[in-house]
């Protein structure tokens, strides 16, 4: 069993940062993308970025393309999600996802592992 646990929400104010980080264990993560999804009061979860844990490969959903990056660490065993120019309505609960398989897939939806989420909150 893939175990995924996040770190690394809070609040902070509009135009400021965070990086949430995402460490995996359980499996070798070569043939695995991994990724974030974020889910706000009274709304569906939603795509946020994925990355290839072999290639490299990135993905991010239009509304954090140029503020979000996503990495993964040399070991591939942990992602990153650095969070800048945040917006009130980047305000969600944020999980972990990995799939065996592409980013394609991942950004689908059709998750196989989720970690527990952890809240980002911007206000001010």
């Known amino acids: 069993q893939l175990q995924l646990v996040e770190s690394g929400g809070g609040s902070v104010q509009p135009g400021g940062s965070l990086r949430l980080s995402c460490a995996a264990s359980?499996?070798?993560?070569?043939?695995?993308?991994m990724g974030w999804f974020r889910q706000a009061p009274g709304k569906e979860r939603e795509f946020v970025a994925a990355i290839t844990m072999s290639r490299g490969s990135t993905y991010y959903a239009d509304a954090v393309k140029g503020r979000f990056t996503i990495s993964r660490d040399n070991a591939q065993t942990t992602v990153y999600l650095q969070m800048n120019a945040l917006k009130p309505e980047d305000t969600a609960v944020y999980y972990c996802a990995a799939v065996y398989g592409s980013g394609d897939r991942l950004r689908s939806g059709e998750i196989d592992f989720w970690g527990q989420g952890t809240q980002v909150t911007v206000s001010s």
């Open positions: 359980g499996f070798t993560l070569d043939d695995f993308a």
